[in-house]
């Protein structure tokens, strides 16, 4: 069974331009959640899709991020216009519906992206 | 809030050493313990888990015991090994509300030495 991927494993760009973060979780998990560790620090959350709708967005930095998972399968996380704080390592992972309160989230190999 | 806490890294031993990775956490209700690591160039995996107070989890010689008195959880190993190298994060999972969002500490890296 194939894990979580993620693409690309890694991303520079410059300063106001827009990048696209995809994530491809574990076929058959509804659950969808992103998450970012910026400057070696601690592991934030970003979102939480169930299947194509938002479950939990309150780890959104600002409306520069925009996640989609139309159809309830792959997910994207689009950065526009991208900041120098973007940086760092994105990471997804994916999780049955019916895990409930101790559910395994298994987690992609990152994003690495620098924002210069 | 829901918060946790790790000890400062990196962490260096030498093989065969005993390891412990302090954890701390704070939280409201009832939460779940975790322990992630990331090896070079991978992603997360489950280390062990508790669901409850009390409860030990262990996999792969490692071991954690959810304290709720102490609210602590801290990884051991009796004996660690080069290929235990890598970025150990302990987490937790809010026991109220209808969340599935993990909170993580900062991470402690460990080297180990042979």
């Known amino acids: 069974e194939a894990g979580v991927t993620q693409f690309p494993s890694h991303s520079v760009i410059e300063k106001g331009q827009t990048v696209t973060l995809r994530c491809d979780p574990i076929s058959g998990h509804d659950n969808l959640y992103w998450y970012r560790r910026v400057m070696g620090k601690e592991i934030k959350f970003l979102l939480h899709?169930?299947?194509?709708?938002?479950?939990?967005e309150s780890g959104m930095p600002n409306n520069r991020f925009l996640a989609e998972r139309t159809g309830g399968t792959y997910s994207t996380l689009k950065v526009q216009p991208a900041e120098l704080e973007d940086s760092g390592v994105y990471f997804c992972a994916s999780s049955p519906l019916a895990g409930g309160p101790t559910e395994t989230q298994y987690f992609g190999p990152g994003t690495r992206l620098l924002v210069l | 809030g829901n918060s946790v806490t790790q000890m400062e890294g990196p962490v260096t031993l030498s093989e065969e050493a005993f390891l412990t990775i302090n954890c701390t956490y704070t939280a409201t209700g009832y939460p779940s313990l975790f322990w992630y690591v990331q090896y070079p160039g991978e992603g997360l995996q489950l280390l062990l888990k508790a669901t409850k107070a009390d409860d030990k989890g262990s996999n792969k010689g490692f071991e954690a015991t959810y304290r709720k008195e102490t609210t602590s959880f801290h990884l051991e190993k009796g004996s660690v090994q080069v290929s235990d190298s890598a970025v150990y994060f302990c987490?937790?999972?809010?026991?109220?509300?209808?969340?599935?969002?993990?909170?993580f500490g900062q991470g402690t890296t460990l080297q180990v030495k042979p």
């Open positions: 899709f169930v299947k194509e709708s938002k479950q939990d």
């Open positions: 987490a937790l999972r809010p026991g109220s509300g209808n969340t599935g969002k993990l909170i």
